[in-house]
């Protein structure tokens, strides 16, 4: 059963038109990958879903409850939380504050000890500032300040961006292991590799419309898809 459901949603950002007719779903514990060139609209979809920019047409809802017009906090409450593209950790603040305050803000969060199970790399930096840490830690703690909040549905936008090849790599085993927990995960990424490892099912969106949807094994097979939206070769997806 589909747990998010958007069904032709315009959005603009004042006069200009950004998303539209945008269809999509995710089902529970589903790992639903959002792929498209840069501007293609996918930040913008997340955002819509989370409330911060509201959408001219179209529905949106969630566990069958209307979000399309709610505030931001209450699609929090709700449980959707987003790991935004830059990453908003707390500079100041250490690795461990970092997840007690999301701990504490949150209604029925996980034990902040179990996030250093999942990212042995925080448990090395408990006392290290928000401010010194690496991209790709820095990456580790914006993704566990969402995990503590016990998510229902996990949205994460480009998690890999701008990382290094080799912390990429670190993070596709953390996130295997997150999406083994039964977590629903909706992603955006113009890495396709490190997507279609993670994901079963993808949507294709070019210039705010829908171009394609389907399974990952599809997409594969897919190389004019690759190609045309998305700029590479079967060949690099593998
Ligand atoms: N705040 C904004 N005001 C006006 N236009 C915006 C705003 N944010 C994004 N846009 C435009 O909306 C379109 C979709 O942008 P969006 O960031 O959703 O794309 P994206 O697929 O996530 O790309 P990227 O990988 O660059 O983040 C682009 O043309 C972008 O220039």
Same mark, same amino acid.
């Given at each position: =059963?589909?747990?998010?459901? =958007? ?5 603009? $950002?004042?006069? @200009? ?44 809802? $969630? ?6 017009d ?22 100041t ?34 006392d290290?500032?928000?401010?010194d ?6 990456? =580790? ?8 909040q ?5 949205l994460?936008d480009?998690p ?13 085993r ?25 994901a079963?099912?993808? $949507?294709?969106?070019e ?7 389907? @399974? ?12 045309? $939206?998305?700029?590479v ?6």
């Open positions: =059963m589909a747990i998010l459901e =958007m069904e032709n949603v315009d959005v603009y $950002y004042g006069n @200009s038109h950004v998303l539209f007719d945008l269809s999509l779903d995710v089902e529970e514990n589903e790992v639903v990958v959002l792929l498209g060139r840069n501007g293609a609209g996918k930040t913008t979809t997340l955002r819509s879903i989370v409330g911060s920019v509201p959408r001219r047409e179209g529905r949106i809802t $969630y566990r069958g409850t209307d979000i399309a709610a505030a931001v906090d209450r699609i929090s409450g709700m449980g959707i939380k987003l790991v935004p593209e830059d990453r908003r950790i707390f500079p603040l250490t690795v461990h504050e970092n997840l007690q305050v999301a701990a504490e803000t949150a209604g029925d969060p996980r034990p902040v000890e179990e996030m250093y199970e999942i990212f042995p790399t925080l448990d090395d930096l408990r290290s500032l928000g401010r840490l690496s991209g790709g830690e820095q990456q =580790m703690l914006s993704v566990g300040r969402a995990l503590v016990n998510p229902d549905l996990l994460l480009e890999t961006e701008g990382l290094a090849p080799v912390i990429v790599e670190d993070l596709r953390v996130f295997r292991e997150i999406v083994e927990e039964d977590v629903t995960v909706l992603l955006t990424e113009q890495n396709v590799q490190f997507a279609l490892d993670l079963e099912r993808a $949507y294709v969106i210039k705010g419309s829908n171009v394609w949807e389907g @399974s990952v094994p599809e997409l594969r097979e897919r190389d004019d898809l690759l190609e045309e $939206y998305l700029s070769s079967v060949a690099e997806s593998d």
